[in-house]
T-cell receptor, first 116, second 114 residues
Framework: KAGVTQTPRYLIKTRGQQVTLSCSPI?????VSWYQQTPGQGLQFLFE???????NKGNFPGRFSGRQFSNSRSEMNVSTLELGDSALYLC???????????????FGPGTRLTVL | DQQVKQNSPSLSVQEGRISILNCDYT??????FLWYKKYPAEGPTFLIS?????DKNEDGRFTVFLNKSAKHLSLHIVPSQPGDSAVYFC?????????????FGEGTQLTVNP
């Protein structure tokens, strides 16, 4: 079974631009979560989607948004990019609600975003 | 407000010795804890977890200890191997069913020297 895939793997943008990142979960997984990883901050939760609905949202400004499609694929959008948005953006999928009893999430390799 | 903290950004141990990675949390609602390992250019991978009804869970060379009163957990790796060199993240959730939101620590870079 293929793992979580994220595209693109690397991206360079300039301040003020907007960006869209894509995530394809493991086949059969219906929950997709997004995290931002920056040095010294660990993984910060952005949001989680299930059945095209946002179930949870972290403490990020409205410039960060996402959506999920009927095939469970998810996209994350960041508008009006700032230098501080440079980070590794990780997507994770889980089989919720019919999956494992342990809260294991399966992560993709991430998209490295650099804002100049 | 960092609800999960890993106070040691790095740890270096000799091959064959024990590695002990620590994690503290502040939210008493957390009742499920996980450790993830991350290699460069890869996403984190699940290592081991523990429910708040237990104080120890063991899986091969990896053991996680939970001290609820101190809001502290630790990951023991014994014996440590060079391939264990990675960043280790502690994570916590309210509820253990999959899909519950995970709150991560900042990570600890473990280096195991041959």
């Amino acid at each position: 079974k293929a793992g979580v895939t994220q595209t693109p793997r690397y991206l360079i943008k300039t301040r003020g631009q907007q960006v869209t990142l894509s995530c394809s979960p493991i086949s059969g997984h219906r929950s997709v979560s997004w995290y931002q990883q920056t040095p010294g901050q660990g993984l910060q939760f952005l949001f989680e989607y299930f059945s095209e609905t946002q179930r949870n949202k972290g403490n990020f400004p409205g410039r960060f948004s996402g959506r999920q499609f009927s095939n469970s694929r998810s996209e994350m959008n960041v508008s009006t990019l700032e230098l501080g948005d440079s980070a590794l953006y990780l997507c994770a999928s889980s089989p919720w609600p019919s999956g494992s009893s342990n809260n294991e999430q399966f992560f993709g390799p991430g998209t490295r975003l650099t804002v100049l | 407000d960092q609800q999960v903290k890993q106070n040691s950004p790095s740890l270096s141990v000799q091959e064959g010795r024990i590695s002990i990675l620590n994690c503290d949390y502040t939210n008493s609602m957390f009742d499920y804890f996980l450790w993830y390992k991350k290699y460069p250019a890869e996403g984190p991978t699940f290592l081991i977890s523990i429910s708040s009804i237990k104080d120890k869970n063991e899986d091969g060379r990896f053991t996680v200890f939970l001290n609820k009163s101190a809001k502290h957990l630790s990951l023991h790796i014994v014996p440590s191997q060079p391939g264990d060199s990675a960043v280790y993240f502690c994570a916590a959730s309210v509820g253990e069913t999959s899909g519950s939101r995970l709150t991560f620590g900042e990570g600890t870079q473990l280096t195991v020297n041959p």
